[in-house]
């Protein structure tokens, strides 16, 4: 069975900080993949970034950045330089190779305050 | 591109009355998959539907069905409706469904629909 844990259940900053989201997954495959999606509070998620097992290299896609390390089981979401528009809930989600049904985690709800 | 498209957006029901949601993918894409979202059980898996065939279904009662159309666009059914299934109701496409050995389609999601079973 695959399981996301997202410990942080909320995480309060001011504009302009640096913040990051953590994620622990856990999966038997050894093909799989993960996402980070926002939901504002809308209601839509939506799709930030996704990383694939098979590929390690971390990245940076403006003020996003994130961490992804295999041998901890972790895929650690970064926002630099907060907004106040950055605020919203945050949810990381892990699917398998063959498989479109993602698995979530409980979410991280983030306050970035002027 | 449009992205993906749930109708309605809110839905007040009382128990026992049975309810249809709609979902029009991106277009292009012929996967469509069904999420609920409650506070207490966060997001969970409903079912997921590719070339009008219903390839998975989660842990859910009978009585929460689907279908899809020859244009990809999926409905889902919740019939003799309960208090607990007051949620909002997630539907997300992508391009193609998860298939072993391929690279993975990334799931775009839609606004959802807020039920409320009264």
């Known amino acids: 069975a695959q399981k996301v844990t997202q410990a942080q259940t909320e995480i309060s900053v001011v504009e302009k900080e640096d913040v990051t989201l953590d994620c622990v997954y856990e999966t038997r495959d050894t093909t799989y993949y993960l996402f980070w999606y926002k939901q504002p509070p809308s209601g839509e998620l939506v799709f930030l970034i996704r990383?694939?097992?098979?590929?390690?290299q971390n990245e940076i896609s403006g003020r996003y950045s994130w961490n992804f390390q295999k041998s901890t089981s972790s895929f650690n979401f970064t926002i630099t330089a907060s907004q106040v528009v950055d605020s919203a809930v945050y949810f990381c989600a892990l699917t398998s190779s063959g498989y479109s049904t993602l698995t979530f985690g409980k979410g991280t709800m983030l306050l970035v305050s002027p | 591109k449009a992205g993906v498209t749930q109708t309605p957006r809110y839905l007040i029901k009382t128990r026992g009355q049975q309810v249809t949601l709609s979902c029009s993918p991106i277009?292009?894409?012929?996967?469509v998959s069904w999420y609920q979202q409650t506070p207490g059980q966060g997001l969970q898996f409903l079912f997921e539907y590719f070339s009008e065939t219903q390839r998975n279904k989660g842990n859910f009662p009978g009585r929460f069905s689907g279908r899809q159309f020859s244009n990809s666009r999926s409905e889902m059914n919740v019939s003799t409706l309960e208090l607990g299934d007051s949620a909002l109701y997630l539907c997300a496409s992508s391009l193609s469904p998860g298939t072993s050995g391929i690279l993975q389609e990334t799931q775009y999601f839609g606004p959802g629909t807020r039920l409320l079973v009264l």
């Open positions: 990383r694939n097992s098979f590929d390690e």
């Open positions: 277009s292009g894409h012929r996967s």
